[in-house]
């Protein structure tokens, strides 16, 4: 089983609607967490950090459910510049200083 | 746009070749990470380079190397390569080793290796 796992996509939603990505994660060390965008055939750049008392910037809402080993990230009122392929990440810290990504998921706003 | 400049941006090899990629670190970042992002697949960690030393390595075969140089440049070699290969290798640089996930870390644009 993959460490961290996200929903297969693709997600094809018209402009205006709200998308919600879900992704899971097996390795209970992983001490932080995030959600990474890759454009086509670009590198993945920082979308935003994910918190237990869950965080919002903009129309991103990111949650993480330590418990369930679950996080979530919720985009509304997409635009067609949100299309991209977003990435779940986890992190461990001390002793394995790498991000492990999930597949990814391709998000396509059709106008 | 980062300070993060990887090269080659494209190369093509053949099965049985040696390549070498190349990054530049941000100024002012000891620390490179790279990985391999093969296609429909999220990177996979690689290595991580530290003031010219290894601090850390994921699962990938000894044919997989790399370097960082004083200047905290990196280099990553690929020896017998294979059609398995063939994917986009991405370096990341950060302030420190700790700091990959956060706002200061950031990756280049990519090499896309080809292996045929």
């Known amino acids: 089983r993959k460490e961290v796992e996200q929903d297969p996509g693709p997600f094809n939603v018209p402009e205006g609607a709200t998308v919600a990505f879900n992704c899971t994660y097996s390795?209970?060390?992983?001490?932080?967490f995030f959600w990474y965008r890759q454009d086509c055939r670009k590198e993945p750049k920082l979308l935003m950090s994910v918190y237990s008392s869950g965080n919002e910037d903009g129309r991103f809402t990111a949650q993480l459910n330590r418990a369930s080993q679950y996080i979530s990230l919720l985009i509304r009122d997409s635009k067609l510049s949100d299309s991209a392929t977003y990435l779940c990440?986890?992190?461990?810290?001390?002793?394995?200083?790498?991000?492990?990504f999930g597949k990814g998921t391709k998000l396509s706003v059709i106008p | 746009e980062t300070g993060v400049t990887q090269s080659p941006t494209h190369l093509i090899k053949t099965r049985g070749q040696q390549v070498t990629l190349r990054c530049s670190s941000q100024s002012g970042h000891n620390t490179v990470s790279w990985y391999q992002q093969a296609l429909g697949q999220g990177p996979q960690f690689i290595f991580q380079y530290y003031r010219e030393e290894e601090n850390g390595r994921g699962n990938f075969p000894p044919r997989f190397s790399g370097l960082q140089f004083p200047n905290y440049s990196s280099e990553l070699n690929v020896n017998a390569l294979e059609l398995d290969d063939s994917a986009l290798y991405l370096c990341?640089?950060?302030?420190?080793?700790?700091?990959?996930?956060?706002?200061?870390?950031?990756f280049g644009q990519g090499t896309r290796l080809t292996v045929v």
């Open positions: 990341a640089s950060s302030p420190t080793p700790s700091r990959i996930g956060n706002t200061e870390a950031f």
């Open positions: 390795n209970s060390a992983s001490q932080s």
């Open positions: 990440v986890g992190y461990s810290g001390a002793g394995s200083y790498q991000l492990t």
